[in-house]
């Protein structure tokens, strides 16, 4: 338990201040330990939003997304587009040439 006597508690023997003196004290505490409260709220709440953020992931990709400037997506779409010419390209050799040995052994 708590000392009674320590500095920061106000003393209630009526010796050291009045009872007008002790409610401004009181008072003078309350408000400061709203405006403290008041403060960790908001830096909670900040806290929150900014892991909140770093969880989304959707979002941070939609985000990087939209920082990828349009002439890196059109690099990017010829390259898809070629490397899938070089697929079809290789398959339908690949495809013809099984027919001409089929064709051979007959």
């Known amino acids: 338990m708590a000392d009674p006597q320590e500095d920061d508690r106000p003393v209630v023997d009526g010796t050291h201040a009045t009872s007008k003196e002790l409610r401004a004290e ?3 505490l ?3 330990h ?3 409260v008041d403060e960790l709220r908001d830096d909670i709440g900040a806290t929150v939003h900014e892991l909140a953020g770093r969880l989304d992931v959707p979002a941070r990709a939609r985000s990087r997304l939209r ?3 349009p002439a890196a997506w059109a690099g990017a779409a010829g ?3 070629g490397a899938t010419g070089l697929v079809v390209l290789l398959k339908a050799r690949r495809n013809a040439s099984t027919r001409r040995s089929k064709r051979r052994r007959r």
């Open 30 to 32: 309350t408000e400061d």
């Open 26 to 28: 009181v008072e003078r």
């Open 79 to 81: 390259a898809a587009a």
């Open 67 to 69: 920082s990828v400037p």
């Open 34 to 36: 709203r405006q403290e």
